[in-house]
């Protein structure tokens, strides 16, 4: 399924309206829901952003967390240089620290899409698999930032506005980039390399072009998380959070944005809502307590289990109704 | 049109042209013909800059393109439609089209080459919307070949058009390349397994064994080789 873009100037304005309403009444939402909206957000932005290069182009990235890790140090990095500011000034900072950081983040992209001009497939993979952790140890060992310690950031700039906004954005772009004649090419590459590069096609920037732009937006989504978090470690941009993300855009279904952005939602919500039922004491209108702690323990067997029944029962992705529709 | 000189070509240490050498004139069809592994698809390959020849030349209109990336190759005016007719599975009839014209910036040529495509293959204009990936084997190859033309090419090669397809479509599809040979002054080189068909709509003939060239001449005359007759024409 792919988004109607007739009216997807007027949705992308819609978006970021709602996204202002709702930062304006932020307060009166649970702060420990508004913390996982924002990973919702966050992880919008990485699952629609791989699924760019892993879903639309047929590549293979494991590499996304490192792309994430580079733009999150990058914005912290510079919006420390900054004192208090007011409410006009931060955002004008912090917009720039995340456009910085989606940059370096976007030039980590190329340096991993060349490779990709010789490598393919599972050997592809562990290319940038192999670059996710050589992000993640150069981080370890650079003590300017903290090394393995982590980082703090000081403000807490992320809110409701910057992290939908931004996601809404993401999907606006790459929905129309892949939607138009120029953005067609990733998916000819995707279906039959030979078959594009005898149309013309430069199959080469192409696959390059979705690493980089693919980099340039996890990079964002990194600054985003630094200022959610306010304290980023190495070991949160490992290649379990890469693995998360291809879960994501899997389970999706590869190349339909759509179902990317609901397995984004899902996979966020399924850890917090099992955590969740571990609270349960009694189940609603049954006298005798069933108490649920054991959900507790189990929690991430479970998330593996449903995972696994998932992928059994819809390979083609969780939420691929149809192949493409108009 | 296309002259290609002593041209060699290996895959690692292996070579699988020994230096062939053949001419296209414009506006002819020339056949390709010799049975499995003698090196035509190697041939087609490299004259659309998907392999790079370890040595030779390519002259097209005079200008040697050996060894240019495809996308310049295509720009020149040569188009390829490769074996096995690959389309592009996830992407429309239209979009498929479209894609063929992707070095095209004049909406108004695109749209009159694809007005073009349609009258010739009717056929993809009432599955216009459909994804290719679902189309018949003779569907998907006028699509290939229809794709092709939408760049407006000068020099067309084919690579195996009948390669799956019932006899009828066979007949239907080379009759179609016959029409856009006459009516385009196309010039077209072909690669077939199927000799006799091939050999009857086209102008002149190589056939290639292991990598080399052992005859060549217009086809009424290959056709009538005793050696061809034996090895490619079923007696």
Partial sequence: MNLNLRHAKTGLLGALALCFLVTLFSKFINPYWLYILYDIGINIILAVSLNLINGYTGQFSLGHAGFMAVGAYTAGVITNQ????????????????????????????????????????????????????????????????????GYSVMHGWTNFFWTFGLAAVTVYVIASLVNSTY???????????????????????????????????????????????????????????????????????????????????????????????????????????????????????????????????????????????? | MLEIKNLTVGYGAINALHGISLSVAPGSIVTLIGSNGAGKTTTLKTVSGLLKPKSGEILYEGKNIAGLPPHEIVRRGLAHVPEGRMVFANLSVLENLEMGAYLVRDKKQIRAEMDAVFAAFPRLQERVQQISGTLSGGEQQMLAIGRALMGR?????????????????????????????????????????????????????????????????DSPSLRQNPQVRSAYLGG
């Fill in chain 1, 82 to 149: 900054f004192g208090q500011l007011n409410a006009f000034a931060s955002g004008g900072v912090f917009l720039g620290a995340l456009l910085a950081g989606g940059l370096m983040a976007a030039v980590a992209g190329l340096l991993v899409g060349i490779p990709t001009l010789r490598l393919k497939g599972d050997y592809l993979a562990i290319v940038t698999l192999g670059f996710g952790e050589i992000i993640r140890v150069i981080l370890q060992n650079v003590d300017s930032v903290g090394g393995a310690r």
């Fill in chain 2, 153 to 217: 090419p000068k020099f067309l090669m084919l690579d195996e058009p009948s390669l799956g397809l019932a006899p009828l479509l066979v007949a239907a599809i080379f009759a179609k390349i016959v029409e856009i040979n006459r009516a385009r002054g196309l010039t077209i080189l072909l690669v077939e397994q199927n000799a006799n068909r091939a050999l009857e709509i086209s102008h002149a003939g190589y056939v290639l064994e292991t990598g080399r060239i052992t005859l060549s001449g």
């Fill in chain 1, 183 to 326: 953005g067609r090419g990733f998916i000819a590459v995707h279906d039959d390399e030979i078959a594009a590069e005898a149309m013309g096609i430069n199959t080469t920037k192409y696959k390059v072009s979705a690493f980089v732009i693919g980099a340039f937006f996890a990079g964002i989504a990194g600054g985003l998380y630094a200022h959610s978090k306010q304290y980023i470690t190495p070991g949160g941009f490992g290649f379990m959070q890469s693995i998360a993300f291809v879960v994501m855009v899997i389970l999706g279904g590869m190349g339909n944005t759509v179902g990317v952005i609901l397995a984004a939602i899902l996979l966020t919500l399924l850890p917090e809502g099992l955590r969740f039922l571990a609270g349960v004491q009694q189940i609603p209108g049954v006298a005798k307590m069933y108490p649920l702690s054991w959900v507790g323990d189990t929690r991430m067997i479970i998330y593996s289990l449903l995972l696994i029944v998932l992928m059994l029962t819809r390979p083609q992705g969780l939420f691929a109704f149809k192949k493409r529709q108009r």
